[in-house]
């Protein structure tokens, strides 16, 4: 099954790629929905950027919470995260902002994944703090963020193994099914 449906969100194309019968996009989208508006509600500065930014926003399934996509200029959100009832849509919304940011440095001549990738973490880490602080229940928004932003350039930005990734995407997305 791979169920793609196509929506605009407050002016953002939003596609969503939904490979997994359990999930209801409905409920991807909404959640979505309430992510983009907890970051329009507080830190404005950063979603008009975001708005600008990014062409669009992509949910599916992939190897991390988030990417951004430089080519297309698009925000990646793991379809699964976006559902979890474990994850609140405050920490949905600060995984989009935090792509946000790279977009931001994209578009201000920052090559991404550059040799200062730890440094654009970093950058990244740093918004994200401030938007955990001002959202209703960014606790943890806070501590995630804050513990990133105390480990070493590798570890802050560390390389993912794609193959291993997809590897344990499969293995989950059966073991659902």
Do not use: W
Not at 23 to 37: F, H, K, P, Q
Not at 70 to 84: A, D, Q, S, Y
């Amino acid at each position: 099954m791979n169920l793609t449906e196509r929506r605009v969100i407050d002016g953002l194309p939003v596609t969503v790629i939904n490979t997994r019968p359990d999930i209801d996009t409905a409920e991807v989208l909404s959640r979505l929905a309430t992510a983009l508006d907890l970051i329009r509600r507080y830190t404005p500065h950063y979603y008009r950027h975001l708005r600008r930014d990014f062409a669009g926003i992509l949910v599916k399934r992939y190897e991390c919470r988030g990417a951004y996509l430089v080519e297309p200029r698009i925000c990646l959100v793991e379809l699964t995260f976006v559902v979890n009832p474990g994850f609140s849509e405050a920490q949905v919304a600060a995984t989009i902002l935090h792509e946000a940011m790279h977009a931001r440095l994209h578009r201000l001549g920052v090559a991404v994944g550059s040799a200062d990738r730890a440094r654009q973490e970093r950058f990244c880490r740093r918004a994200e703090v401030e938007f955990g602080r001002l959202v209703p229940g960014g606790e943890r928004i806070v501590q995630r963020a804050l513990g990133s932003l105390a480990l070493g350039d590798a570890d802050v930005a560390p390389e993912i193994d794609r193959a291993l990734a997809a590897e344990r995407i499969a293995r989950a997305d059966r073991e659902a099914l």
